[in-house]
């Protein structure tokens, strides 16, 4: 069996597997390399003067782990500055945001070709490799200027961008022409993936076949949907330990019998926190009744604080949190309780299973992992109700969910007091139908798919080595 080696700007692997930090992403990829016995390989976090390129193998649990040291030069301009400051915002249509330096796109690129250098001498004939999200597009384009004909697959985790707004990135042909190197290319939804096709469509005059192979630039690569989910048997482990029980007791004693509503967000402008409190905010307004019998627990991670935006959004958030519990918070109840901290899966558990409603409501979200994990963590026999953004991938598959758009203050107040009012039958009839979702998409299934439809990809005359295998191009769903 050959090996696989997973590829990402941060490498996850839990060093202790039982902390119950780890998401189901780290430890479903963890999975994989046990059964591949094959290596994740990333950048380590720690800055160093001079680039080495020196690697460092470790065991993590099982898993070995390859990671390189960067220069501060390179965290500044390829991290901070191409990825976060300007593919992120682009793809999560904040072109407002998106901060176009030509000294930004040096470094992403002088970076992914370092990781090139010190990867490309470790992979051997067999070795399948699958690169992860938008810091490392590059990747496969760099690897096969150093000889490598393996096959190469990519997921990107976030939103694909509207070809109109992609146009604003300069050097975007370039950025695209170099995925032309990679055998597969993954989307979380349908849409995402017709995004890009209908970009090499229109600026390039490519062609898409009706199995998903995308032609242009005298290339060829084959496209797949490919929804992520969360570990469920994971979740649910989770949700019954003791600590999961214990944090369930404790939330819902301190809810002191009014319904509760959960938003567990990284704090990013792409999750719609300020227009999510806006919305509540305008509920407040709207239900006068229903003030004090309702509580919204938010809780919002520091994220990416090198950047200015981020610190500039959490600036607003404080602000507006300790306005709405100003005006309309009484002696003995507060709107909001907002936490700028993370919880560990098991209490995470217990806290969706305590809240009446789960407010899942970015702006645009490549699938969104939250409005999983809350309705996995429901009691089937009284479960809340999801209220989730239309503009989450995951509203593709979570139909059964109160859809909502996020940017109207009005619609979500509306939606919050449908969520509040649902009778039980409604609850448990949305429920089952949300639980077989997040069943059928769980993490080990969308590893699976991406594993076998990069086997599968057949690239004849790309000269990637793969001529004459046999196996028709399957990725799923495409
Ligand atoms: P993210 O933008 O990070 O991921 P999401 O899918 O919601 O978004 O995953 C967040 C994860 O972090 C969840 O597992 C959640 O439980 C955890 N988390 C959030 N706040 C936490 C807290 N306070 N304490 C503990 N854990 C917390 C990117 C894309 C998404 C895509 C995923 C996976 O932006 O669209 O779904 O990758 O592909």
Do not use: C
């Not at 996850?12 to 039982?18: F, G, T, V």
């Not at 600026?203 to 969360?230: L, M, N």
């Not at 792409?270 to 919204?296: A, C, H, I, M, T």
Request: aromatic content about 10%.
């Amino acid at each position: 069996m050959s090996r696989l080696i997973v590829v990402s700007n941060r490498v996850s692997a839990p060093k202790d597997p039982a902390s119950g930090s780890a998401g189901g992403l780290a430890m479903a990829l963890s999975a994989a390399l046990r059964k591949y016995d094959g290596l994740w390989f990333g950048w380590s976090g720690e800055t160093v003067e001079k680039f080495t390129g020196e690697l460092k193998i470790e065991d993590r649990a099982g898993v070995t782990v390859g990671l390189v040291d960067l220069e501060a030069q390179d965290v500044d301009e390829y991290y901070n500055g191409y990825a976060n400051k300007t593919l992120w915002p682009l793809f999560h249509h904040r072109t407002d945001l998106a901060a176009y330096e030509r000294s930004y796109g040096e470094g992403y690129e002088r970076t992914n070709a370092r990781f090139a250098d010190v990867l490309a001498p470790l992979i051997q004939p067999d070795d399948i490799i699958w690169i992860h999200d938008y810091h490392m597009i590059p990747m496969a384009r760099d690897l096969r200027r150093r000889g490598i004909t393996n096959r190469i697959g990519f997921f990107l985790h976030t939103p694909w961008p509207a070809r109109q707004l992609l146009v604003t990135l300069p050097h975007h042909r370039r950025l695209v022409e170099s995925m032309f190197d990679f055998d597969l290319i993954g989307f979380h939804t349908r849409e995402w993936m017709e995004l890009f096709q209908r970009y090499v469509e229109v600026e390039e005059k490519g062609t898409v076949t009706p199995d998903g192979e995308v032609r242009a630039f005298g290339r060829s690569v084959q496209t797949g949907v490919f929804p992520i989910g969360i570990d469920v048997d994971e979740f649910l482990t989770a949700r019954n330990s003791v600590l999961g029980r214990r944090t369930y007791d404790r939330m819902s004693a301190s809810a002191a019998f009014r319904s509760m509503m959960v938003g567990v967000d990284r704090l990013d402008y792409s999750k719609g926190l300020e227009e999510r409190l806006s919305g509540y905010e305008q509920f407040l307004r709207d239900n006068p009744d229903k003030r004090g019998e309702v509580f919204l627990l938010q809780v919002t991670p520091i994220s990416r604080d090198d950047v200015d935006t981020y610190q500039d959004i959490r600036a607003r958030l404080d602000a507006l949190a300790g306005r709405i519990n100003g005006e309309f918070a009484d002696m003995d109840w507060q709107p909001i309780r907002y936490l700028n901290r993370t919880y560990r899966r098991d209490q995470l558990a217990g806290i969706y299973r305590a809240a009446r409603v789960g407010l899942v409501t970015p702006l645009r979200d490549g699938m969104n992992l939250v409005a999983k994990e809350y309705v996995a963590a429901q009691n089937p026999d009284d479960p809340g109700v999801l209220v989730l953004s239309r503009f989450a991938g995951a509203a593709e598959q979570m139909t059964e969910a109160l859809l909502v758009n996020p940017f109207s203050r009005e619609e979500l107040s509306d939606a919050i007091k449908k969520a509040l009012d649902m009778p039980l039958t409604e609850r448990r009839r949305r429920w089952e139908a949300l639980m077989t979702v997040v069943q059928d998409t769980d993490v080990s299934i969308w590893r699976d798919a991406f594993v076998s439809a990069l086997q599968a990809v057949v690239r004849p005359g790309n000269g990637n080595g793969h001529a004459g295998d046999d196996g028709a191009a399957t990725a799923h769903a495409a």
